[in-house]
């Protein structure tokens, strides 16, 4: 009852969207980019980053694959607070593995998750490779790393498939928009 309370006083269903891909995919800008174009539109919104809940909420957490699937569970869990309140909620994080995707999925209604696959072939995240993360991994420096020493597990059937390569993420996070046409 005061989730539906809380729903109707936003003026649109809470949502989550799991952006899940490579590093450097591209994720995280899509994210705020479709984060900027529901605020225009009137939506409580917030967009959740992997690499910021790293530096704060998980930065106990290493790169192995319990402390990844912690990580997965610990933004799970606050995304569905922040649904609870009524927002939709973007999350931005590798999350590797589908059985963590899928725990995640498990705590949202039916139809309020929505995985978001930005699917960018590794040779571009690695041309992008906006931190330094994959020369650094490559390198030896920087071990677990997804892609290189660690798998990543593509969505089988996500809800949308985000192709990156040539088309720019503002293109992108308006499509991401048009989505969460139900919600809005």
């Known amino acids: 009852m005061v989730r539906s309370a809380r729903a109707a ?5 809470p949502a989550v969207v799991w952006l899940t891909g490579l590093s450097g995919a591209g994720k995280t800008t899509i994210a705020r980019h479709a984060e900027a174009l529901l605020i225009a539109r009137g939506a409580h ?3 959740l980053d992997g690499d910021i809940l790293r530096s704060g909420l998980n930065q106990d957490l290493s790169f192995g ?6 990580n997965v569970r610990r933004v799970a869990e606050v995304a569905k607070l922040m649904t609870d309140a009524g927002l939709i909620v ?7 593995y589908r059985a963590e995707r899928d725990f995640a999925r498990s705590l949202f209604e039916k139809g309020a998750f929505v995985e978001a696959f930005v699917d960018t072939p590794i040779e571009v995240c690695m041309a992008r490779d906006p931190k330094g993360l994959y020369r650094r991994a490559l390198a030896g420096e920087l071990r677990d790393f997804t892609g290189i020493d660690q798998r990543y597990e593509p969505p089988l ?12 993420a503002e293109e ?13």
Do not use: W, Y
């Not at 059937?157 to 088309?167: D, W």
């Not at 992108?172 to 809005?184: G, H, I, N, S, Y």
């Open 90 to 96: 973007l999350c931005a994080l590798i999350s590797p």
């Open 157 to 168: 059937s996500p809800e949308l498939t985000l192709r990156t390569v040539g088309r720019p």
């Open 172 to 184: 992108l996070a308006e499509e991401l928009v048009k989505t969460l046409a139900p919600f809005l």
């Open 9 to 13: 006083l936003k003026g649109h269903k």
């Open 65 to 70: 694959a319990s402390d990844r699937k912690e």
């Open 45 to 47: 919104t917030m967009a």
